[in-house]
């Protein structure tokens, strides 16, 4: 009986200790990453290439989630307000809620599951066919020459993506509002200066820039920690997307707390 009292609290204590290891283990990675930014001789030339495919070509989902975002906003928005508030602060909301919340957050999670798990198959596959250890005998530290461009194209264009899918927000929430809600192009700009402050422009950004570092570098880790051939590889991609998420809403909380 005594020992089915224990059972729980030692599940407990390992999932503990494990998840502690784990993180240990993560920290370890990004303080070798930090350190490996200093070997500017290796990664700069594959920067460039790194940002279009992670920025670049991920500007097209990013755009159709935030223009659909944008129409039920702005729709949701005109049901909420009808007959209490004036139909112009449909803009309002639209403005705070896309720029502040909705731009960057769903733009970030979608990334995720692009970015992230496009990072951890890649390098994954890389670990399983022993690539990374034929880079090591060729005297190239595979985390400068892999995972340094990723992370820095990660948290240069994760930024310029949400600014791209704000804009499409806001713009399609504006023409959804002319042409269903009978408001005016006058009304709804009168609504988006309204509450408007440069700050939240920059939050967003800041945000963005976190979400990017939080993803490549997730996926990165998850990559290189790849192990079991083919499943090793799956196992990897879904973590690098799980674990990614999850960091996307803590850090929106963290940022929410920290400039807001």
């Known amino acids: 009986m005594s020992q089915q009292w224990i059972l729980p609290f030692a599940q ?6 494990n998840a502690a290891g784990a993180l240990g283990k993560f920290g370890s990675f990004a303080a070798a990453t930090a350190r490996a930014a200093t070997d ?3 990664w700069p030339a594959n920067v460039i290439r790194q940002m279009a495919r992670l ?3 991920s500007v097209p989902i990013a755009l159709f989630i935030a223009a659909f975002t944008g129409i039920v906003l702005s729709l949701q928005a005109s049901y909420t307000f009808t007959g209490a508030v004036p139909l112009y602060f449909v803009g309002v909301l639209v403005q705070k809620t896309m720029i502040l919340e909705l731009g960057p957050v769903l733009t970030g999670l979608a990334l995720s599951g692009r970015v992230g798990a496009n990072i951890a198959a890649e390098i994954g596959t890389m670990r399983v066919t022993e690539q990374i250890d034929a880079l090591e005998t060729l005297a190239y530290d595979p985390i400068s020459y892999l995972v340094v461009p990723r992370v820095v194209a990660g948290v240069v264009m994760f930024p310029v993506v949400v600014a791209f899918a704000n804009t499409m927000g806001i ?3 504006w023409i959804t509002a002319i042409n269903l809600l009978d408001l005016s ?5 009168r609504g988006l200066r309204l509450f408007f402050q440069p700050f939240d422009v920059t939050y967003s950004l800041i945000k963005a820039a976190s979400f990017g570092l939080a993803v490549t570098l997730v996926g990165c880790h998850n990559g290189f920690t790849t192990s079991g051939g083919a499943m090793g590889v799956g196992r990897a991609t879904t973590r690098a997307v799980v674990a990614g998420s999850m960091l996307i809403l803590v850090l929106n909380a963290f940022w929410a707390v920290a400039l807001l």
Do not use: S, W
């Open 12 to 17: 407990l204590g390992r999932t503990g200790v």
């Open 185 to 189: 192009t006058a009304e709804f700009i």
């Open 40 to 42: 500017t001789a290796t």
């Open 171 to 173: 713009v399609a929430a």
């Open 55 to 57: 920025g670049v070509d």
